[in-house]
């Protein structure tokens, strides 16, 4: 990985971490590592961080407790990766996953134009060769039909015991930015992207409302725009041009139940009356995390801009009950997640 592990929230109940790209979330070679017979280890997220609480190095925590894992991303996806502090907590938010009441929001670059420039991408996820997946449209379904309910799929796209084909349904917005050939300073110290110094990059704001394996990579890739730097879907040869991976786990909202207890302890989950939970009894967490490594990410003005005038700015810097106001596609409240 090119960035360490840090972490970037924090409370009584779970912590989030930026996943560098390039780390699988498990280990890949763990028995190797701890053998002693793999020169080259490669431990996953949860042992890096681990090893991190055991020496003092944890970036942005000094917590050295239990961690559960809820979720998690791709080897090749940085950002925003959520830790259970305790079990109550790990179990009610794998739930939250589970039942997709957890709002997740990525952002990506591309080299190519897309298909369409915003809109619904909904099918079945297949295999294809060489750890691919593929995406196959139902012909049933109107995929452009912005007007569908957010939830919509939450039934139909669950996988069944038959094995029947997974099916994704990705919302996104795009616009065209500049990316620097590199990292080039003009007279005056600042960026150069005039056009003479530029080649074209589409920016991608993107709302999965299903998790499947490679699901936005898969998207983007039918939309004949794939992820910059994924050697999978964009082609080996283009991708060893690139420092990384383009795609990044930028924002997440989830409501969680106000605990009893201490993590230390164990908690136990505050219950109202009727012995359910209720709006009072829970609280909305948001973590947004802006991508730190890659150089047209973190040399590129044009991102910047586009960062902030897609609403991730505003995102980042408040309290906001709703994120995309204005934006239909991505647009979600936190009101949402508050209602049983």
Known sequence: PNAPVRVIYEDDDLLAVDKPCGMSFHSDDLEGVEEGSNEKPAPGLLAVIRAAQENGSLVGSDYVGPLHSVHRLDKVTSGITLFAKTPVAAAHLSEQFRLRRVHKYYVALSAKRPKKKMGTVSGEMTRARRGAWRLV???SKDESDEARDDNEGDDSTRVT?????QVAT???VSRGLLKPKSA???SRGGRDETKKNARALRFFALR???GRTH????ALKSLGAPILGDALYAGKEGA?????AYLHAAAVRVALPVFTGNAAEGAGLKRNRRGDDDEASLRIVSVVCKPSFGIFWSESESFDEAWDDSGFGSMERGDHDVWFEGQALLRSSASELLRS
Not at 161 to 165: A, E, T
Not at 215 to 218: D, E, G, K, S
């Open 137 to 139: 449209k139902r012909p």
């Open 161 to 165: 015991r038959n094995g029947s084909p």
């Open 170 to 172: 990705t919302k996104f």
């Open 184 to 186: 080039e300073r003009d």
């Open 208 to 210: 999965p409302l299903t």
């Open 215 to 218: 699901q936005l990579r898969v």
């Open 240 to 244: 060893r041009k690139e420092d990384r």
